[in-house]
């Protein structure tokens, strides 16, 4: 008897920890096949931007200059009659900067900003970018030779002189920001989705709509658009982490979002003098920059992994 209840015993403690091995290894399966903590960083960064003014209690615009430079977690100077009172000050949770204001607060408007930006100039690459690549590819002649010497000439340029120079010219603006952004966008869809409408309007299903009498701009519309959509949507996830980065190198520079308004790039230009003493000035604006990038990054090679079966790693 004794040594039936120790082998169950044994049993018992086998099929515990088998269980839990098998709980963690469903977990990491899923971790793996499913974008989960990228798309939280990324769903935190857009609801964080979307109800800044419902997050924060302290103005992104206006601070104490009692509370410049605190450290993160401290909190704010309070009169001596109010702390009679009991009031303790209001918390400070990444600390303030050099004009005493709130560095969250910064930063949640900071997400709206850049965000906004990203999402403006992607849209309007995506839809440029797209449209482009397909007539050159479709059309083919001297419109392919036209379109493709364009970009070849525009990839040429030093984009960051360009936008400097534009600066200079017609003032610092969140317009020229964004007209400039857009300009940057399209470029990187004409070459993937031309090459790929090369390959799809020689297929069958092209051809026949030609014999039935379709016109060039049905069968673009119709036919080729959902065959190039998927990879459009992948370069599309990739380049907007690049746009995030782009934008705040521009403000970082002055050639981006003008102050007072707080933009990632910002923040950090305004706290490369106070390193020394506040780091949290450019540390924390960079580390959203950063998770920003990263999930975005591990999105579009997710969706690259997915939607094109010669690349699916996980099944």
């Known amino acids: 008897m004794a040594s039936d209840t120790a082998i169950s015993a044994e049993d018992l403690l086998l099929r515990r920890r088998t269980g839990v091995f098998s709980t963690v290894g469903n977990a990491w ?6 974008p989960i903590i990228p798309s939280v960083i990324l769903i935190v960064l857009v609801f964080a931007g979307l109800f800044a003014p419902l997050l924060t209690p302290y103005d992104y615009a206006i601070g104490n200059v009692r509370d410049r430079q605190l450290p993160p977690m401290s909190r704010g100077w309070v009169s001596p009659t109010a702390a009679a009172n009991g009031d303790i000050g209001q918390l400070h949770v990444l600390g303030t900067d050099h004009a ?3 560095t969250l607060t910064r930063i949640l408007y900071g997400a709206r900003i850049s965000l906004m930006v990203a ?3 992607l849209v309007s690459g995506f839809i440029a970018g797209t449209s482009i690549g397909i007539l050159a590819g479709y059309l083919g002649g001297i419109w392919d030779e036209i379109i493709t010497r364009i970009v070849d000439i525009w990839l040429a340029l030093p984009f960051l002189m360009v936008v400097l120079v534009a ?21 990187g869809f004409v070459r993937v989705v031309r090459a790929q409408t090369l390959i799809l309007k ?8 030609r014999v039935v009498g379709a016109s060039p701009a049905r069968i673009m519309f119709k036919h080729i658009l ?15 982490g690049g746009l995030i980065l782009t934008e705040a190198t521009l403000s970082f520079l002055g050639a981006g979002i003008p ?3 707080p933009a990632w790039g910002v923040l950090v230009a305004e706290g490369r003098d106070y390193i020394d003493s506040a780091w949290w000035q450019v540390i924390m604006p960079g580390t959203a920059i950063f998770l920003t990038l990263m999930s ?3 999105l579009g090679d997710w969706l690259r992994d997915r939607l094109d079966p010669r690349l699916r790693q996980v099944d």
């Open 29 to 34: 399966f899923f971790i793996r096949r499913y």
């Open 100 to 102: 005493g204001r709130d």
């Open 119 to 121: 999402a403006i100039s």
């Open 167 to 187: 600066t200079i010219l017609y003032g610092q603006s969140l317009q020229l920001l964004l007209v400039m952004l857009a300009l940057l966008a399209w470029v």
């Open 202 to 209: 020689e297929m069958d299903y092209v051809a026949l709509a």
């Open 226 to 240: 959902p065959g190039v959509i998927n990879s459009a949507v992948v370069i599309a996830t990739l380049n907007v």
């Open 259 to 261: 102050p007072p308004t």
């Open 296 to 298: 975005l990054n591990f």
